[in-house]
């Protein structure tokens, strides 16, 4: 079994940071893929980056030149770094490993982005 803990989420303002942590339970080299989804309020799940195997990088377009996905092979430990952060941020951001079976979530971390 897989588990995944996100945290580093909080309350944050317009414009401003925060580094979003996905601690794995075995090595991240052991999955095809790592990535970022958010769910705001009353909307479906939407995915907001990605890295694979071989470190190719994905984001949305909504995010792209704000987020940085990034990884800490020797702590198991995958990252999303959030600048320039919007109020349409704010959602419940959870991390997915894949591998070629199927898909492993953690429980979300909570981002308000509120002035």
């Known amino acids: 079994q897989v588990h995944l803990v996100e945290s580093g989420g909080g309350l944050v303002q317009p414009g401003g940071s925060l580094r979003l942590s996905c601690a794995a339970s075995?090595?991240?080299?052991?999955?095809?893929?790592m990535g970022w989804y958010h769910q705001a309020p009353g909307k479906q799940r939407e995915w907001v980056a990605t890295?694979?195997?071989?470190?190719?990088?994905n984001y949305a377009d909504s995010v792209k030149g704000r987020f940085t996905i990034s990884s800490d092979n020797a702590k198991n430990t995958v990252f999303l770094q959030m600048n320039s952060l919007k109020s349409e941020d704010t959602a419940v951001h959870y991390c997915?490993?894949?591998?070629?079976?199927?898909?492993?979530w953690g429980q979300g971390t909570q981002v308000t982005v509120s002035s």
């Open positions: 997915r490993a894949s591998t070629i079976v199927r898909n492993y």
């Open positions: 890295f694979t195997k071989g470190t190719n990088t």
């Open positions: 075995r090595s991240i080299f052991s999955f095809n893929a």
